[in-house]
């Protein structure tokens, strides 16, 4: 990995432990697609759980799809329908 982006990767990271749901939705990102590490859905999962619970739009569709589909979290309609609701009213303000 290069210097830059291990450096780049290290800041994300430090912001996502402090917090930051932009952060913590890039992290999940990062894990989701193995960008600059190795891939880990369950990783992925909490990651996005994280950023949805500080109301990161873009988090909280990715986990409906992760419920929807049973990706790194047990398989839940009801939680997906839920998160999907969530994010379009978030869409919508």
Known sequence: VD???EYGL???RQAAQ??????????GVAYQTGSNVTTD??????WFER???EGHTEAI???GWFYMDGV??????DKAYTL???SAEENDQ
């Open 51 to 53: 950023a949805a619970e």
């Open 41 to 46: 859905i369950d990783i992925a999962a909490k």
């Open 3 to 5: 210097k830059d982006v």
């Open 61 to 63: 569709t990715k986990l």
């Open 84 to 86: 999907g609701k969530s």
């Open 18 to 27: 402090e917090g930051s749901p932009k952060g913590q939705y890039e992290m």
């Open 10 to 12: 290290g800041l994300v």
């Open 72 to 77: 790194g979290v047990p398989k839940d309609a």
